[in-house]
Structures are given as C-alpha cells and as structure tokens.
C-alpha cells in the first residue's frame, strides 16, 4: 500500500498563480521528500523535511509538516510554465529507511 | 555534477526474452534501486540493495532478479520478459541509510510484444 498520497491527482492554473499540492501518509516517519519528474524522465529531488521540522523553504518552495494530522503540502509560489510537471511526495518511515512513492499529482501550468 | 545513468531509454522486446536493464552511478553510493512507474501507480519497488552482492526484495519482485556485483552498478533482470512488464523503468541510488534523498536515472521505457 502507498505510504504517501498525493492530492489532488491533477491541477491546472495559469502562470504566476500559486500551486498548493497535499501528501497525507499512514504511519510516523523519519522524513519526508518531494520529487518533481518532467514528462517522461527520471525524478529529481526538491526538497526533505525531517519529522521534528514543520516548514522548510527552498527558493520558491514551501514545504510544510504536520505530523499530527500525517500530511504535508509543497507550494510553488509564482508558478512559471516551466513548473508544469508531476511531483510526488516520497516518505521514510519507522525501521525503513527506504521511502515509499505516492502515485503523485500531476501539475499544468499554463503560459 | 553527480549522475546515474541506465543502458536505454527506449527498448523493445519480444515475449520470453530475456532482459537486462543496467544501472551505473558515479556518486559512490552504497544504496541502489530499482522501480517501475505505471500510469495511475506511481512508483513501485521492484528490488534494493544496500552494498555489493546484497539484494533485498521490495513490493513487487515476481517475475525480476538483480545482480551488483561492482558498487556502481545495480542491473534488473527480466528472466523471460511478459506483456505486462511493458513499463518505465527508473533506477535511483542513495548513500547510507537513513531515508536519504534518492538520485534518480533519466528511466528505460520498456515495451514487451
């Protein structure tokens, strides 16, 4: 079963609107990773944030924990055309250090 | 600037060949990977491995095997190679343990006739 969930699945807006994207997962975690994967290519890594963080920043990502309702949410802030994508959050839990994939929220983003 | 690479992007079998998909990383990482990504999936884990000649099954390894015989390069075999192995392939590598952050391959998209 998927550890992290991705909602929604689609989302569609205009460039320079911000993108709110959702990752609720099922049991405690380590950490928690988004990916971003351009159409057809491999992932690459965004941003991690740690169980004891609660938001972390990265350019014009802010990523944000709350381990209390198991959700996390990306925000891309002035979104750009060149954002269009799919993400996916990625989470570590427990004994494993191996992070389980969510099927991911597949973003457009129109110029 | 840090890379994994995989043997193809594109490759086209027959039902009942054998496959070999190759991974090579050059960041010295002790951990590789193997997923394939389905539309509506997501990313399932096929197999891991955490140091040479060491393999680990993950979700969904029915039907696949793995060899790492070097540190850098993690391979995915597909004994006899079915339809609905048709899939993207990605391999990713990550130091140590600990949830690190995973460095991906650019992916091998696999179709089985």
């Known amino acids: 079963s998927q550890q992290g969930e991705e909602d929604p699945q689609a989302l569609s807006i205009q460039e320079g609107e911000n993108a709110t994207m959702n990752c609720s997962y099922k049991t405690s975690i380590n950490n928690l990773q988004w990916y971003r994967q351009n159409s057809g290519r491999g992932l690459v890594h965004l941003i991690l944030i740690r169980s004891n963080e609660r938001e972390k920043h990265s350019g014009r990502l802010r990523v944000t924990l709350d381990t209390s309702k198991k959700s996390s949410s990306l925000l891309i802030t002035a979104s750009r055309a060149a954002d269009t994508a799919s993400y996916f959050c990625?989470?570590?839990?427990?004994?494993?250090?191996?992070?389980?994939f969510g099927r991911g929220t597949s973003l457009i983003v129109h110029p | 600037d840090v890379k994994v690479t995989q043997s193809s992007r594109y490759l086209v079998k027959r039902t009942g060949e054998k496959v070999f998909l190759e991974c090579v990383q050059d960041?010295?990482?002790?951990?590789m990977f193997w997923y394939r990504q389905d539309p509506g999936l997501g990313l399932r884990l096929i197999y891991f491995s955490y140091d040479v000649k060491m393999k680990e099954k993950g979700d969904i390894p029915e039907g696949y095997s793995v060899s790492r015989e070097k540190k850098e390069r993690f391979s995915l075999i597909l004994e006899s190679a079915s339809t609905n192995q048709t899939s993207m392939y990605l391999c990713?590598?990550?130091?140590?343990?600990?949830?690190?952050?995973?460095?991906f391959g650019p992916g091998t998209r696999l179709t089985v006739l």
């Open positions: 990713a590598s990550s130091e140590r343990r600990g949830g690190n952050e995973q460095f």
């Open positions: 960041m010295d990482h002790e951990n």
């Open positions: 990625a989470a570590a839990s427990g004994g494993s250090y191996i992070p389980t």
